[in-house]
């Protein structure tokens, strides 16, 4: 958000692992009347993982410019390159009337949480044992998943209280060769939980979240597919 109506510079500048860098910049104009979200992955503006000499990214700067002057926090990105098995994506209303994202790259657990109805039927003449006597009325279901975070900064677990307190979650579930996804509005369950341990470093954290709907079909066959 900014205090008053102005043209500035979006800076995205990489750096690889031999030193080098590329950086990305695009005039934007602010207005006072809105609230701006910029997307900072490098990938995503035309900047490679890796450079004609080998190197990987290491990190990424991201600040806004006006002037010749910084305007915005500057903030520095590290890049990830471990492999994940099975990464997911969580996407959440933080307090600041945005959407963000938190990576999950440690375990995950699905587990499907049914409920129902059974009726008791008499018994009826000339009925085998075949003939239940119990049947059932009605019968739901809803996902539920166990999140770890996987290693995390200990400075970087606070992040976390926007997403345990948010009251819209979307998570975001890879296919098996993590080329598309699927998104489904889920709860992020209440509970007490440790983010900050003075005593003894806390590096993970395991969440549970449940699906924000109760049906007789499954979480694949409602949710909706986006790239």
């Not at 910029?38 to 700067?61: A, M, Q, T």
């Not at 990105?77 to 945005?98: C, I, K, T, V, W």
């Not at 109805?117 to 044992?129: A, E, R, S």
Request: net charge negative.
């Amino acid at each position: 958000m900014v205090i008053a109506n102005i043209s500035a510079v979006f800076h995205v500048k990489a750096y690889y692992f031999d030193e080098t860098f590329e950086e990305y910049t695009k005039s934007v104009s602010l207005d006072t009347d809105y609230l701006y979200e910029f997307n900072c992955n490098p990938v995503h503006l035309g900047i490679d993982i890796e450079n004609d000499d080998g190197s990987l990214l290491n990190f990424f700067d991201v600040w806004l410019e006006s002037g010749g002057s910084e305007i915005s926090d500057s903030r520095r990105f590290q890049y990830d390159h471990r492999n994940f098995e099975r990464p997911l994506y969580l996407f959440y209303a933080n307090s600041m009337g945005g959407i963000d994202d938190m990576f999950f790259g440690g375990y995950t657990i699905e587990t499907v949480d049914t409920e129902g109805n059974i009726l008791y039927k008499p018994p009826q003449k000339g009925d085998t044992v075949y003939e239940p006597t119990l049947i059932t009325a009605n019968k739901e279901g809803k996902s539920i998943y166990k999140l770890n975070t996987g290693y995390r900064n200990t400075d970087s677990m606070p992040d976390l209280r926007d997403l345990l307190v948010s009251r819209q979650a979307w998570l975001v579930y890879p296919n098996k060769a993590q080329t598309g996804y699927k998104l489904t509005p889920v709860i992020v369950d209440p509970g007490s939980l440790d983010i900050l341990d003075r005593k003894e470093d806390l590096t993970e954290l395991t969440i549970s979240v449940s699906e924000a709907h109760i049906l007789r079909f499954g979480f694949d066959n409602r949710i909706q597919s986006f790239s």
